[in-house]
């Protein structure tokens, strides 16, 4: 099975900052990589998916990036309505495995 | 728009089987270009796939789980389902089923999730 990490697993910014997380695979998965946004209480939505194809919809401070084991989500300026967790997952193996997800707060 | 809404007991008693519903709608759960899929997230935890399938029938799973689930679908009424046998209070979680893409395998519409409770 395919473990994926990803780093900080919290992060505290402030609004207008740009913030990066990353996630890494245990293997190769080239660019079978997906992004979601989850806030408090809600239900999960895709932000980006193929690594760096951003979902319909989701604003385009929104960016990925990536292939093979290393990947990052970047938020180029932060807004109020984005503190809430990522999780990434990857889509080139069964068993579609998320990372444990990174708790992006309020500074 | 894309709808989906799970449903089914919030309470299942240890060693029961918990089972789910998951009916389509605004949508054709006929279509090729898409897997149905059932992911859960304990409180306060991450998200674990479960299990997804196919409009014709075939399906995958958690290895994990394996043992213990069978996912199922009804194109008549537009329905996918979850049976997962044996529960323990490992598996309380939020249980939601989404849309699978077939290409990409992103989950790109989800229900709002039911919390299943496992507890005498």
């Known amino acids: 099975d395919i473990q994926m990490t990803q780093s900080p697993s919290s992060l505290s910014a402030s609004v207008g900052d740009r913030v990066t997380i990353t996630c890494r695979a245990s293997?190769?998965?080239?660019?079978?990589l997906n992004w979601y946004q989850q806030k408090p209480g809600k239900v999960p939505e895709l932000l980006m998916y193929a690594a760096s194809s951003l979902q319909s919809g989701v604003p385009s401070r929104f960016s990925g990036s990536g292939s093979g084991t290393d990947f990052t989500l970047t938020i180029s300026s932060l807004q109020p309505e984005d503190f809430a967790t990522y999780y990434c997952q990857q889509s080139y193996s069964s068993p579609y495995s998320f990372g444990q997800g990174t708790q992006l707060e309020i500074k | 728009q894309l709808q989906l809404q799970e449903s089914g007991p919030g309470l299942v008693k240890p060693s029961e089987t918990l089972s789910l519903t998951c009916t389509v709608s605004?949508?054709?759960?006929?279509?090729?270009?898409?897997?149905w899929g059932w992911i859960r997230q304990p409180p306060g935890k991450g998200l674990e796939w479960i299990g997804s399938?196919?409009?014709?029938?075939?399906?995958s799973y958690n290895p994990s789980l394996k043992s213990r689930v069978t996912i199922s679908v009804d194109t008549s009424n537009n329905q996918f389902s979850l049976d997962l046998t044996s529960v323990t209070a490992a598996d309380t979680a939020v249980y939601y089923c989404?849309?699978?893409?077939?290409?990409?395998?992103?989950?790109?519409?989800w229900g709002q999730g039911t919390l299943v409770t496992v507890s005498s």
């Open positions: 605004s949508g054709s759960i006929s279509s090729n270009s898409y897997y």
């Open positions: 293997q190769s998965i080239s660019n079978y």
């Open positions: 399938i196919y409009y014709r029938g075939s399906s």
């Open positions: 989404a849309r699978q893409g077939y290409i990409y395998v992103n989950f790109d519409s």
